[in-house]
């Protein structure tokens, strides 16, 4: 595999990283507006936001491309 075929796919996976943090975040927010959530539901899309964001943090010693 080439260097640029490796910078590729190391950027994809960054982004759909990035992507599932931003999207989990976004449908946290919104389900927010929409009703008052319980205290349990509340800590479980901290808990899904927190996962997310530390895929993308763990990931990103990993990425050496600059895309
Ligand atoms: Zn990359």
Redesign the pocket.
Known sequence: MTDLQN?VL??IE?ERLEFEWLEVRTRGQYVRRLRRLSRAEQAEWDRREQEALRRLADYDPE?R?N?
């Open positions: 910078a190391c950027c960054r990425h491309c895309g």
